[in-house]
T-cell receptor, first 113, second 114 residues
């Protein structure tokens, strides 16, 4: 079945450091890919998305590129801030008639001043 | 304006009780979902309704029963609560027609069963 695997956390960085959170997926067909962010005590917010191979999603300084050849959708940011501390989820949608989302296990990011 | 809202935000109850969680979306979406997030933050789909019709029913105990009175509302009723039901429950919505597939989440309901 379809699945998403993210790098284990927690990830601890100093402010202004470069961030990479790895995400790989297994899917039949051509899923849509998403990154969601969950700040402490809150629900999930859509951070960025990509719907086909080679698409680059970007938002708030975060970027991720849909790589079909490596089945990856790694999240990057050039300079993290303390306010980026949160849990990040990679997810795929099967583009079926249900729109079901399959999530990775989440990666906790802690940014220290 | 809150796009996807859930009530209550916190729910503390004893084993064996029956409780409900309500969800409403004002985005005009045609599909709504319930997810369960466990203590390790893992998220798993439970149910989904499209225009009041059940389209996803994952392997969930039949003590859990969703109800969708209209396409803007999806409620979750849980009978005979057990300790293992303690989790955060998230409602979400999306617009499947048109194929955007992105989902918008509510703030969550933290259920604690004692």
């Amino acid at each position: 079945g379809n699945s998403v695997t993210q790098m284990e956390g927690p990830v601890t960085l100093s402010e202004e450091a470069f961030l990479t959170i790895n995400c790989t997926y297994t899917a039949t067909g051509y899923p849509s890919l998403f990154w969601y962010v969950q700040y402490p005590g809150e629900g999930l917010q859509l951070l960025l998305k990509a719907t086909k191979a080679d698409d680059k999603g970007s938002n708030k300084g975060f970027e991720a590129t849909y790589r079909k050849e490596t089945t990856s959708f790694h999240l990057e940011k050039g300079s993290v801030q303390v306010s980026d501390s949160a849990v990040y989820f990679c997810a795929l949608s099967e583009k079926s008639n249900t729109g079901k989302l399959i999530f990775g296990q989440g990666t906790t990011l802690q940014v220290k001043p | 304006d809150t796009a996807v809202s859930q009530t209550p935000k916190y729910l503390v109850t004893q084993m064996g009780n029956d409780k409900s969680i309500k969800c409403e979306q004002n985005l005009g979406h045609d599909t709504m979902y319930w997810y369960k997030q466990d203590s390790k933050k893992f998220l798993k789909i439970m149910f989904s309704y499209n225009n009041k019709e059940l389209i996803i029913n994952e392997t969930v105990p039949n003590r859990f029963s969703p109800k969708s009175p209209d396409k803007a509302h999806l409620n979750l009723h849980i009978n005979s609560l057990e300790l293992g039901d303690s989790a955060v429950y998230f409602c979400a919505s999306s617009q499947l027609m048109g194929g955007s597939y992105e989902q918008y989440f509510g703030p969550g309901t933290r259920l604690t069963v004692t």
